[in-house]
């Protein structure tokens, strides 16, 4: 599904949450020059103006040398310095239990610090835009402050707080929830669960889906449209390096995926989602045909709010 000239004009989608794409694993140890202008220039012929690169839970010092190693290769290409308008750090200050960790490797998760914060924002070199953690796992919300204090937005995600605990991670600086109904168990309380707990937050909260049809069905995905109100939502894709190639084998840090027919990203065991195959043209797609969703409200959410959410406007 191509873009033309005029629809370029009137669209530049923003992904806040890109872990890969077209065979490029930004979370691979030796990423190459030429793989990452590869996935951008993919990226931008899907009609994708600008991402923020997005970095899973690993050791410290992994997550520092691959952050690193992604600044100085954009660094030196114009396009990929044009396409990666930041970066996005997703862990290690999870949840790690069963369910709300995810595809994150729960022995590398740890709990908020200012120090290894510190760290990971240095090897970013003024590139984090957005820091997911677990407000459960930040004592006293030190770190959510800090990040805050430092112009970063701050995003829930796998994470299992009560109600009282996000609210007041709001009051300290959180403004987001990371792909809101996932990274979270199959089973949880019918009315007291971490979705609900989102949702009712929507006025203070960007709450970011993923709508690929598979992290979320679409009928119940229109529902959350309607209850967090399209204002303050956010459509990413959390794409891996299987996204745009179709059914095969893939990476994700350390994870090894099948990705079959149904183009989706599983764990090897099959027990959970590995990120997304979806694209920005299959989000148009799905937006239109799905969610009953009219340009105007599809550059809201791809757009326009996403800019406005990172600060970029």
């Known amino acids: 599904m191509g873009f033309d000239c005029i629809y370029r004009e009137r669209m530049k989608p923003l992904d806040l949450q890109v872990n890969g794409y077209a065979g490029t694993d930004f979370n691979r140890d030796n990423l190459t020059a030429e793989a990452l202008h590869h996935a951008c220039e993919c990226l931008r012929a899907d ?4 991402i923020l690169a997005t970095f899973i839970t690993d050791h410290v010092e992994t997550l520092v040398y691959r952050m690193d ?28 239990e069963k ?27 003024g590139l984090t835009k957005i820091v997911t953690l677990a407000p459960e796992n930040d004592a006293g919300f030190t770190v959510t402050q800090f990040l805050a204090n430092n112009r970063i937005t701050v995003s829930a995600g796998h994470c299992n707080p009560s109600l009282d605990v996000l609210r007041a ?25 971490i979705i609900n707990r989102a949702l009712s937050l929507r006025d203070k909260l ?18 959350y449209l309607r209850a967090a109100g399209l204002e303050k939502t956010i459509l990413v894709t959390d794409a891996i390096s299987a996204a745009r190639l179709g059914p095969g084998k893939f990476t994700l840090a350390g994870w090894d ?18 990120g997304s195959t979806v694209t920005v043209p299959r989000i148009l797609e799905n937006g239109r045909k799905h969610l009953g969703l009219n340009e105007a409200e599809l550059k809201l959410l791809l757009d326009t709010n996403p800019r406005q959410a990172i600060g970029l406007v």
């Open 99 to 125: 369910g709300y960790v995810g595809a994150h490797p729960p022995q590398c998760v740890k709990p908020a610090n200012l120090d290894d914060a510190k760290r990971l924002l240095d090897a970013a070199a």
């Open 69 to 96: 190693r992604l600044v100085k290769l954009r660094e030196a290409d114009p396009l990929a310095k044009s396409v990666i308008a930041g970066i996005h750090i997703e862990g290690p200050f999870i949840n790690p």
């Open 206 to 223: 960007w709450l970011c889906f993923i709508p690929d049809g598979v992290h979320i069905d679409f009928f119940a995905l229109t529902n």
């Open 257 to 274: 995926i099948l990705i079959g027919e149904d183009l989706v990203a599983r764990s090897p065991d099959g027990s959970h989602f590995v």
């Open 169 to 193: 991670a709001t009051e300290h600086g959180l403004k987001m929830f990371t792909h809101v109904g996932n990274g979270c168990p199959m089973l949880m309380h019918r009315h007291d669960n």
């Open 47 to 50: 009609g994708c103006d600008s």
